[in-house]
T-cell receptor, first 116, second 114 residues
Framework: GAVVSQHPSRVICKSGTSVKIECRSL??????MFWYRQFPKQSLMLMAT?????????EQGVEKDKFLINHASLTLSTLTVTSAHPEDSSFYIC????????????FGEGSRLTVL | GDSVTQMEGPVTLSEEAFLTINCTYT??????LFWYVQYPGEGLQLLLK?????DKGSNKGFEATYRKETTSFHLEKGSVQVSDSAVYFC?????????????FGRGTQLTVWP
């Protein structure tokens, strides 16, 4: 099946710094990518929908100025956590949708962010 | 709105035991239903799906039947293996979106001991 890759898989940073997480579709073009956040023992919470060449659509309660999403090409979306704080520590997962009607979703392996 | 509810884990079984992970849904109409699996250190993978009521999805020995009477989509496997240890998520699509968004259950951690 199609492959979605996230980088980095783990990152540790200090409070107040910004961290960028990349999501790439390796063998297909993804017009739409989704960013999820997963808390321990909880489900995946959709944060935003990212469309190539346009602004991301954020879910209610997600701060768009804190979680900057850029979808500059058909194979790359980035999530930047700005001025990170310990409460931003979490597992972030991206998914990419195969273009076309009813296109299947493929998920990255996730990125574990720890803010000290 | 539409949602799914999964049984809470963790679930611990011995190899060759029978597995059931419950999933019920709340939705208007009959949305497609999915089971995803997340192996340690990996991303989510689609395990199986059912697109209409009474359908049975199956893959890798796992099965789930879309039952509209009980609004359920329970995941079953007759004989689990150590390699089945993973987190399993029930999901349904956001039908208000044409982009393929999914709503997930909480996930159920399965550990299989040899």
């Amino acid at each position: 099946g199609a492959v979605v890759s996230q980088h980095p898989s783990r990152v540790i940073c200090k409070s107040g710094t910004s961290v960028k997480i990349e999501c790439r579709s390796l063998d297909f073009q993804a017009t739409t990518m989704f960013w999820y956040r997963q808390f321990p023992k909880q489900s995946l919470m959709l944060m935003a929908t990212s469309n190539e060449g346009s602004k991301a659509t954020y879910e209610q309660g997600v701060e768009k100025d804190k979680f900057l999403i850029n979808h500059a090409s058909l194979t790359l979306s980035t999530l930047t956590v700005t001025s990170a704080h310990p409460e931003d520590s979490s597992f972030y997962i991206c998914s990419a949708r195969l273009a076309g009607v009813g296109g299947e979703l493929f998920f990255g392996e996730g990125s574990r962010l720890t803010v000290l | 709105g539409d949602s799914v509810t999964q049984m809470e884990g963790p679930v611990t079984l011995s190899e060759e035991a029978f597995l059931t992970i419950n999933c019920t849904y709340t939705a208007t109409g009959y949305p497609s239903l999915f089971w995803y699996v997340q192996y340690p250190g990996e991303g989510l993978q689609l395990l199986l799906k059912a697109t209409k009521a009474d359908d049975k999805g199956s893959n890798k020995g796992f099965e789930a039947t879309y039952r509209k009477e009980t609004t359920s989509f329970h995941l079953e496997k007759g004989s689990v293996q150590v390699s089945d240890s993973a987190v399993y998520f029930c999901a349904l699509p956001d039908r208000g979106s044409t982009l393929g968004r999914l709503y997930f259950g909480r996930g159920t951690q399965l550990t299989v001991w040899p």
